[in-house]
């Protein structure tokens, strides 16, 4: 049975750990409490931090010549400069973050979706935009996987989001040990997810981890580190999951009959086609792993890359890849 690392998660702190939202609300997500029993959250309500109170007159974000401003309009107060300061200090205080979970639309914490006014008065025109907190810890942790709590309800968003968290938090406990064997353990690991992911990309890490040039552990790690986020920027393309699932029924050929593989190959297509879902394939596969007693593939993340109990086939339906 396949174990797993503990995420380390910035989150919002209004979602389910205190009333702090500018009304004074508390938002109970489902999510957060589920993904708490198996990561580490680092709780943070950057507009409290910085004195504005509970309740509060809500803030605004104004686009400026000068950059982004935090404006609270019913006191007609500027807060950029110690909300700046806030987040820059908070997040520089910290270290090996694995994800962020943020608010949704938040001026502070929002990571994308935040509406930027053009002006200070009502009825303003207005973009989307980051939100201060959610930004700068863009550009702290650029690595992180990072989500707010509206996006997370998309099944393929929530899924990407969550493999990757728990594949980043593996990387960090194997560079926290300092083994070559460890790293290249995790690379075996991980072959046929990265092979969803990214096949060219899982090449380069092969010859990263291989080390030609006998780098430091460190260095190496590092690079490995660069290499794995940019194969896991954008979830895994359907093409892509169909190559990884070709290559794991080539393990089976030998020992697969002629219907066995009709049947397959049959339902190969309806996933392509958008009529059968992901796991329907790699339950079928998993199932011939345990009877034909594969021990590589039964080590391969890539039949469950984060724990059992956060699987959850709900869809809003709504949600774009804006990464």
């Known amino acids: 049975m396949l174990s797993y690392a503990r995420p380390r998660v910035v989150v919002s702190k209004c979602l389910g750990f205190e009333a702090c939202r500018w009304n004074g609300d508390i938002i109970h997500d489902d999510f957060v409490a589920r993904l708490g029993q198996f990561a580490d959250y680092l709780p943070v309500c950057p507009e409290v931090e910085i004195g504005l109170g ?9 686009s400026s010549a000068g950059g982004i401003r935090v404006f609270q309009p019913d006191t007609d107060l500027d807060h950029t400069d110690e909300m700046r300061r806030f987040c820059k200090k908070h997040l520089e205080s910290l270290a090996a973050i694995d994800g962020f979970v943020l608010k949704n639309r938040s001026p502070s914490c929002g990571p994308y979706d935040v509406k930027i006014y053009h002006g200070p008065q009502r009825g303003a025109a207005s973009q989307k935009g980051k939100g201060v907190f959610g930004g700068v810890a863009q550009e702290r942790f650029p690595h992180a996987a990072v989500e707010h709590d509206g996006r997370i309800r998309n099944f393929s968003l929530r899924e990407h989001f969550l493999t990757k968290l728990f594949t980043l938090a593996s990387l960090r406990e194997v560079a926290a040990s300092g083994s070559m064997g460890c790293l290249v ?6 072959k046929l997810l990265l092979m969803a992911y990214n096949q060219q990309q899982m090449r380069v890490m092969g010859r990263i981890v291989a080390n030609p040039g006998g780098q430091s552990f460190a260095t190496v790690v590092a690079n490995y580190g660069q290499s794995l986020s940019q194969a896991m920027k954008r979830g ?3 093409t892509s999951h169909i190559n990884a699932i070709e290559h794991i029924m080539g393990y089976f050929k030998k020992q697969l009959n002629t219907s066995e593989k009709q049947f397959f190959g049959e339902l190969i297509e309806q996933y392509r086609q958008g009529r059968t879902p992901l796991s329907a394939l790699l339950a079928v596969l998993h199932s011939w792993v ?5 021990p590589y593939l039964a080590a391969q ?3 469950a890359p984060y724990p059992l109990e956060l699987v959850d086939i709900s869809d809003s339906g709504k949600g774009r890849d804006l990464n």
Request: aromatic share 20%.
């Open 54 to 62: 509970v309740p509060r007159k809500p803030i605004r974000l104004i």
């Open 185 to 190: 353990q995790f690379h075996s690991a991980n």
């Open 236 to 238: 895994a393309r359907y």
């Open 290 to 294: 345990v009877r034909y007693d594969n």
């Open 301 to 303: 993340t890539y039949f």
